[in-house]
């Protein structure tokens, strides 16, 4: 008996030392959760554009007085309302039930106050009366159509009416003949005495009789036309070529007219405009394989980071007059690139039928700037237009890339605001005419974003800025006054939201619509001391919440530093369940010239709301380097590191936050976002391979040294070498998702659109290219015939990323090959195109 014991005892000791030194069991996976495709569904874009409507008041400013119109549209229909500011009234423009019934009388077809199709309502001139007009359901043979029985030769008849705002009587007009929009070639000059457009890669012009004669029929074979210019060729032409032809369309279209960048002086008697020489700028290429009858190329001009052979830009000013122009001696560096800045237009013309296209300046001057290739380098200049003199008003020079925003003028030139970072932070400055800076007029840890509007009696600037505010989300946009010698700065627009304003030209009022991502959009009516006048509108989400809509959590957290902070928006299931384990995605874009995170409602939901919907935790956050909108520390924070520098604060937020909330499972993260987005997501995946597991990358730029020279080389860096001769040359390098393929251990899906011109394909099959010789398994879809964005084929897209979250990291692989969420959307009666016909389905 003892014998046994001593036995057992041994046995025990053996398992116990084996148990310590024995590796662990692996944990179970989490038993698979069902996704909610339904409520996810509820949610789609088509949807949520029959339960959200208007979201802002847009004011049509008027001329005459301090009125304004505007259009609003709710769950109970559009209105038309007039405001007065100076007797504080508001009021429907018109009885929407009276001018149904009205119209109807004339038009035939049955309206009522809930669907009135008004199109381009207008004031007249005098302002007692507004214009508009509606399509009715007649069908017409278009006036123009020389082929009567062509396809495309009907359209629908168009009724015009005048309304008389104090008889309140609607009337037809009769034989009315619109004025047809300009079309894109046309340049028109200011006093409507001419108009220049390109034709086979020249200037041409023709005066206002023939430009009638072009808005009947383009095609007039009367229309008189003169040449300008007479050594243009083809990629150093003096127009613009159409974009997103194929070589076949460019051919075809060669020879019709087309648009150029033309900026008038007010008299008309000049204009200016840069002529770029493309002849050394290599080619790029994309094919569209379902195209008809057969696959199609398009080729175009594509300058790749660091390389040698850019575009030239020729500085051209034109004596209209005399029909003469000047090559404008503005080179100051290599490889620069010039830019004119055309003038503010008023906001009481935005509903003009002609705008003039005009320069910065007046009859006897014009602004422009240029800038060094390897943007460290601006100068803001001036063109004396008797001498053809250039003048540099204002240098900016930094270690990181420079950015320039519109001056603005003041009495005619004698004074002028300059938007400079030049501090770290972007700020206003005075100064003279001549360039000498006088003083500068904001300052402080905050971002200035853009003039508004100065009072020049006054002397006061009017201007929009994010993060002085304290305690407050920084990205929280508002409107300011301050004096141009920088003193009395006030707040217009206070509480903690961001805004929007429009403020009228006299500088006397303005419409605010403030908004936040957990609040409905509401919009005021205040004057230009931030007295409010009167509410106007808030946005209807009745019917949203109605479906079970809920609105997200803004958060902060800190950044892998510890010091910085983030700021982010947290979206959960509607059905959300406090006591159970979510997986956490992160929707990404890395900036630096903006960031993924929404700071005022939205009803993009895609990427985000709807997501969650699924069964995750969605979640978006900013990143040290990812936004404009604060300091310049922070927004050059990735400078000369583009591929990783935000990924560590990504990881930290998603930690910070499973720290705080338990429900948060931070065993299973994915990441998914679109161009940069997709760059990200990817290079997320194989810089923290433990970390994320599972991601959808779309149209990502994963391979830099092939996206375009301006973005790439801008925020990343180009360095500029200078040879002891006096040689200039650029050199270019930055690290690449291939490069770290091998240490793929997630699911990875990615995307491109086939055609996409913006960011190539090329740059994803690259990745792919890297990922098979690394021997790992991932996904791919390729969508047909689309560009950047995904077009009518993003619905579908949607799904596939919802089904690759819910399979990877809820362990749903139920979904049959059917998309049902979309089929059973589609209408099978054949009446509007949606299904077969009885005898196409028997066949």
């Not at 204009?271 to 569209?288: E, G, L, P, S």
């Not at 005399?322 to 935005?350: E, G, I, N």
């Not at 790439?712 to 690449?736: A, C, L, M, Q, R």
Request: net charge positive; proline share 5%; glycine share 6%.
């Amino acid at each position: 008996m003892k014998k046994l014991y001593l036995s057992l005892f041994a046995l025990a000791c053996i398992i116990k030392a084996n148990a310590q030194t024995a590796p662990a069991v692996p944990a179970a996976a989490p038993a698979p959760v069902k996704g909610n495709y339904q409520l996810a569904s509820r949610f789609s874009p088509k949807k949520i554009s029959k339960m959200v409507f208007s979201m802002s008041v847009d004011p049509h400013w008027l001329k005459l007085s301090d009125r304004f119109w505007y259009t609003y549209e709710t769950g109970e229909g559009r209105k038309w309302y007039i405001v007065d500011p100076a007797f504080k009234t508001k009021k429907q423009i018109f009885d929407n039930d009276k001018l149904a019934a009205a119209i109807t009388l004339i038009v035939k077809d049955p309206f009522d106050a809930q669907h009135l199709p008004i199109e381009n309502l207008k004031f007249t001139k005098d302002e007692k009366s507004v214009q508009f007009e509606l399509k009715s359901t007649v069908d017409q043979v278009k006036k123009e159509r020389k082929d009567k029985k062509a396809a495309d030769s009907l359209e629908k008849k168009t009724f015009y009416f005048t309304y008389d705002l104090q008889s309140q009587k609607v009337t037809e007009l009769k034989n009315y003949e619109k004025v047809k929009p300009k079309p894109s070639w046309a340049s028109i000059a200011p006093d409507s005495s001419a108009v220049i457009f390109a034709r086979k890669f020249n200037l041409y012009w023709m005066d206002k009789a023939n430009y009638k004669k072009a808005l009947k029929d383009e095609n007039d074979s009367t229309i008189v036309e003169h040449q300008l210019t007479k050594d243009g060729i083809e990629n150093y032409a003096y127009g613009n070529a159409q974009g997103n032809e194929t070589n076949a369309e460019r051919e075809k279209n060669a020879k019709k007219r087309q648009s150029t960048s033309v900026l008038w002086s007010p008299d008309s008697k000049h204009f200016a405009m840069t002529r770029t020489d493309q002849r050394k700028v290599k080619d790029f290429w994309v094919i569209n394989s379902v195209a008809e009858p057969r696959p199609t190329l398009e080729t175009y001009k594509y300058q790749m980071p660091g390389e040698k052979d850019g575009p030239v830009d020729d500085f051209l000013l034109f004596d209209f007059d005399a029909k003469t122009f000047k090559k404008l001696a503005v080179t100051a560096f290599k490889d620069q690139d010039v830019s004119m800045w055309s003038a503010p237009v008023l906001q009481k013309s935005r509903d003009d039928e002609f705008r003039p296209a005009l320069w910065l300046g007046d009859n006897e001057k014009f602004y422009f700037y240029r800038i060094g290739r390897d943007l460290k380098k601006i100068d803001v200049c001036s063109v004396d237009i008797k001498t053809s003199t250039v003048k540099v008003l204002i240098q900016e020079r930094m270690n990181t890339y420079v950015e320039i925003a519109r001056p603005w003028l003041i009495n005619g030139g004698k004074e002028l605001i300059h938007w400079s970072e030049r501090d770290g932070w972007a700020h206003f400055y005075l100064f003279d005419g001549a360039g000498k800076l006088k003083n500068q007029i904001t300052t402080g840890s905050f971002h200035c974003d853009d003039v508004v509007n100065v009072d020049e009696k006054s002397r006061t600037l009017y201007f929009n800025a994010v993060g002085r505010e304290a305690n407050q989300n920084p990205y929280y946009s508002h409107l300011y006054k301050i004096n141009l010698d920088g003193t009395g700065i006030k707040q217009l627009n206070p509480g903690d939201f961001t805004n929007t304003s429009s403020l009228n030209d006299n500088a006397k009022y303005f419409v605010n619509t403030a908004s936040r991502v957990n609040a409905a959009p509401k919009s005021v009516l205040y004057n230009s001391s931030g007295t409010k006048i009167m509410d106007l509108e808030t946005t209807d989400l009745k019917q949203m919440m109605a479906a079970g809509y809920k609105f997200p959590e803004p958060f902060k957290v800190k950044a892998d530093d510890g010091i910085t902070d983030l700021y982010g928006v947290m979206y959960k299931p509607y059905d959300f369940d406090p006591a159970k384990k979510y997986p956490i995605i992160e929707y990404v874009y890395p900036g630096p010239q903006t960031e993924a995170v929404n700071i005022a409602f939205s009803r993009s939901m895609d990427y985000t709301d709807r997501l969650a919907q699924m069964g995750f935790i969605v979640i978006s956050v900013g990143n040290r380097g990812g936004n404009p909108s604060r300091s310049k520390w922070y927004h050059t924070f990735g400078y000369g590191n583009l591929r990783d520098y935000g990924l560590a604060d990504k990881k930290a937020a998603a930690e910070q936050l499973a720290d705080k909330y338990p429900f948060i499972d931070i065993t299973r993260v994915g990441i998914t976002g679109h161009s940069g987005g997709g760059f990200m997501s990817t290079a997320a995946m194989l810089v923290y391979p433990d970390f994320f597991k599972v991601a959808v990358s779309e149209s990502g730029n994963h391979d830099n040294s092939i996206y375009n020279r301006w973005w790439s080389e801008k925020h990343h860096g180009v360095k500029e070498v200078i040879s002891p001769k006096g040689d200039t040359t650029f050199t270019y390098s930055i690290d690449k998702n291939q490069d770290l393929a091998k240490n793929l251990k997630g699911r990875l899906m990615l995307s491109t659109g086939e055609i996409d011109n913006n960011v190539s394909p090329s740059n994803t099959v690259r990745v792919i290219n890297a990922l098979i010789k690394a021997n790992k398994r991932f996904d791919y879809v390729l969508l047909p015939g689309q560009r950047h964005a995904y077009g009518d084929m993003t619905e579908y897209f949607f799904w596939q990323k919802a089904d690759y979250f819910t399979k990877y990291l809820l362990g749903d692989f139920s979904q049959p090959v059917d998309i049902v969420e979309m089929s059973r959307e589609v209408e099978m009666s054949n009446k509007r195109g949606g299904g077969a016909t009885p005898d196409e389905e028997q066949n």
